[in-house]
C-alpha cells in the first residue's frame, strides 16, 4: 500500500451530474435543466442575504434557531423537531451516514432521485431500485422488496424527475406497512407547487411516527438554489441523531437570514405557485399538439416522451443549438425523455418553437 486508501464504497459512488446551466456562443440560454424558479428568490430574501453581507466576520448560528421558528411558525411544526443543512441532499446523506452501512440497504423506486444511490453507495450501503407503475411509485412493490437488510426507503413525492405522486392514502399504506426500525424518507423537494386534495407532504406523519422523515428545501419554489439551504422534521431521536452527525456550523449566515425571509414573504411563494400552474398546463398542452406525450406532472418539471433514445438524444442537440438547455434524464433510466422545467413565458415559447422545428426536421 502506497497511499492512502479511502474506505470502501466511497470510489464506487458515481458523481452526481446536475443540469447545464451554459452553452458556448449562446449568451443566455432559456435554461429549463435543473428545475429552479424562473421567477427567481423573494425580493426580502435577496435585502436579507445583502444585509448579512456586513456580518461576514461573525460565526453564524449553529442551530439555525431563527431559520427553525420561521419554518415552524409558517408551518405549524415544532421547532425543536426541525433540523437545517446545506440543501436537503446534505440531509440525504446525514440520514444514510446515520442508518446504513456495509451489508445493509437503501430501497428507492427506480427513476427516484439519483442522490439516494449515490449517497448509499458512498456509505457503503446497497442501493436497492424498485420498478415503479406507469412511472409513479409502487407502495407495494416497495414492501415486498423490503428485507431484513432494509434501513431506509426514500420516497421523493413528488418524484423527481418523473413528475407524478402518490396520494396519502398510499404514503400511509408504506409507512404502516414497513417494520419500525426502517426509516421512511418522504423527500418533499416540490410540496408547495401541489395542489391535490389526496396529496401530504408528510408533516402530518413525520409527528405522528418514530420513524418518518419529511425533507424540503429551498432550492425550488423559494428560489434559493445558490444558497444551499433545506430542512427535515421528523421526532426528536432521529433528530438528535442527526444534529451529532452535522458540523457546527453547516449554514451559513446569510443563508439562514435569506432562508427565514423567503420562508415569511408567502405572496412570493403563492405568485410562484401561480405562474408555475399557468404555463406547466400551457406547455404541456403546446408539447401535446405537437404530436409528443407529455407525462402528467404535479412539479415544476416535465418529461416528454420521444420517438426513442436516439430521437432523444438528437433533440436535445438541436435544442441546445437553439439556445434551450433540457435534461438529459437517460441516468433515470429514461433514455426516451427529456425534463423541461418551466421557465418564463419567453423560455416556454421558445423551447416549443425549438422541438416544434426539430420534429419538422426530422420528417425531411
Request: proline content about 5%; aromatic content about 8%.
Amino acid at each position: 500500500m502506497t497511499r492512502p486508501i479511502p474506505k470502501p464504497g466511497v470510489l464506487d459512488a458515481p458523481l452526481y451530474v446536475p443540469g447545464e446551466h451554459k452553452l458556448d456562443g449562446i449568451a443566455e440560454p432559456a435554461i429549463l435543466s435543473a428545475n429552479e424558479n424562473p421567477l427567481g428568490p423573494s425580493e426580502q430574501a435577496v435585502a436579507a442575504y445583502r444585509e448579512a453581507a456586513g456580518h461576514l466576520h461573525r460565526y453564524p448560528d449553529g442551530g439555525s434557531n431563527a431559520l427553525r421558528r420561521a419554518i415552524a411558525d409558517t408551518h405549524g411544526l415544532e421547532p425543536e423537531r426541525l433540523i437545517c443543512g446545506a440543501g436537503s441532499d446534505e440531509l440525504i446523506t446525514f440520514l444514510i451516514r446515520a442508518y446504513a452501512g456495509a451489508g445493509d440497504e437503501v430501497v428507492y423506486s427506480k427513476h427516484g432521485f439519483a442522490m439516494y444511490r449515490i449517497s448509499a453507495i458512498a456509505a457503503g450501503a446497497t442501493p436497492v431500485a424498485v420498478p415503479e407503475s406507469d412511472l409513479r411509485t409502487d407502495v407495494d412493490a416497495i414492501l415486498e422488496t423490503v428485507s431484513p437488510q432494509t434501513k431506509l426507503v426514500f420516497i421523493a413525492n413528488p418524484n423527481n424527475p418523473t413528475g407524478s405522486y402518490i396520494s396519502e392514502a398510499d404514503v400511509a399504506k408504506l409507512v404502516e406497512g414497513l417494520p419500525p426500525h426502517v426509516v421512511v424518507v418522504l423527500d418533499s423537494a416540490y410540496a408547495e407547487y401541489v395542489s391535490r386534495n389526496d396529496y401530504t407532504d408528510g408533516a402530518s406523519l413525520a409527528a405522528r411516527y418514530e420513524n418518518v422523515v419529511m425533507l424540503r428545501t429551498f432550492s425550488k419554489i423559494h428560489g434559493l438554489a445558490a444558497v444551499r439551504l433545506g430542512w427535515a422534521y421528523a421526532q426528536q431521536h432521529i433528530i438528535d441523531t442527526l444534529n451529532r452527525l452535522r458540523g457546527p456550523f453547516n449554514v451559513t449566515a446569510a443563508a439562514q437570514a435569506a432562508g427565514v425571509a423567503a420562508m415569511r414573504d408567502e405572496r412570493h411563494v403563492a405568485r410562484s405557485r401561480d405562474h408555475n400552474d399557468q404555463w406547466l398546463a400551457w406547455f404541456a398542452e403546446a408539447l401535446k399538439e405537437l404530436g409528443l406525450t407529455v407525462e402528467p406532472s404535479v412539479g415544476n418539471f416535465v418529461i416528454v416522451k420521444f420517438a426513442d433514445a436516439e430521437t432523444a438524444k438528437r433533440a436535445n442537440g438541436f435544442l441546445e443549438r437553439n439556445g434551450v438547455i433540457a435534461r438529459d434524464v437517460s441516468g433515470y433510466h429514461l433514455p426516451e425523455y427529456l425534463r423541461f422545467t418551466i421557465g418564463l413565458e419567453s423560455e416556454c415559447r421558445k423551447a416549443v418553437d425549438a422541438v416544434r422545428r426539430f420534429l419538422e426536421s426530422e420528417k425531411r
